[in-house]
């Protein structure tokens, strides 16, 4: 079975300070891994999968088959960062549901 | 254009009865999902509808659960004998088929129950 892991449920940092919430995943296939993000008394949106190798917002995030990490990185927060944010895994086969980690609150303080 | 809309957007019931609660997906998505969103257990799956494919029912915590999607559009998630463990935020999700869509939420429903 797929799972997600997100250790962190709460991570606070200063505006300006780098940003890394960490993800795991367990799969034993090939996954596409994704991050969404909910900003406050907004829907659940997309913010990145790893397919895409883009950057958003700032954001990156690197698939590390060895590690089954999939962490999320911004070199330098901003207050308008903070939001709720889910690692998802989806199997490259077959039904197509989401797996979600419990989620990662980031705060970031002026 | 209009994104995935889900009615109500608030519910707040009695311990047994029951609840219907209805997604509207993106007009031409195929591929429609039902998702929990409880406190402190991040989202969860409940049910997945794929054109005239059967259901992948497998993340209905009981039988009480149950969801239909008529016609290949609207869904209607059905809760039956609410219990307080019900409680939590419902989001619906559309996508057109493939590994690669994007899967896009609505606003969610949120159930209370008293």
């Known amino acids: 079975a797929q799972r997600v892991t997100q250790p962190e449920k709460l991570l606070s940092v200063f505006k300006g300070a780098p940003v890394e919430l960490k993800c795991n995943y367990s799969?034993?296939?090939?996954?596409?891994l994704f991050w969404y993000v909910q900003y406050s008394r907004q829907r659940l949106q997309l913010l990145l999968r790893?397919?895409s190798r883009e950057s958003i917002k700032g954001f990156t995030a690197d698939l590390n088959k060895g590690e089954t990490s999939f962490h999320l990185k911004k070199p330098f927060a901003q207050e308008e960062d903070s939001a709720m944010y889910y690692c998802?895994?989806?199997?490259?086969?077959?039904?197509?549901?989401?797996?979600f980690g419990t989620g990662t609150r980031l705060l970031v303080s002026p | 254009g209009a994104g995935v809309s889900q009615s109500p957007s608030n519910k707040v019931t009695e311990k047994g009865k029951d609840v219907e609660l209805r997604c509207d997906p993106i007009?031409?998505?195929?591929?429609l999902y039902w998702y929990r969103q409880s406190l402190g257990q991040g989202l969860e799956f409940l049910i997945y509808?794929?054109?005239?494919?059967?259901?992948?029912k497998s993340g209905l915590p009981s039988d009480r659960f149950s969801a239909e999607r008529t016609g290949g559009s609207v869904s209607t998630l059905t809760i039956q004998r609410t219990q307080q463990e019900d409680s939590a935020v419902y989001l619906c999700?559309?996508?057109?088929?493939?590994?690669?869509?994007?899967?896009?939420f609505g606003p969610g429903t949120r159930l209370t129950v008293l």
């Open positions: 999700a559309s996508s057109l088929v493939g590994t690669y869509n994007e899967q896009f």
């Open positions: 799969y034993s296939g090939s996954p596409e």
């Open positions: 790893h397919i």
């Open positions: 998802a895994l989806k199997k490259n086969t077959g039904f197509q549901k989401l797996v």
């Open positions: 007009s031409g998505h195929t591929a």
């Open positions: 509808f794929q054109g005239n494919s059967a259901p992948d």
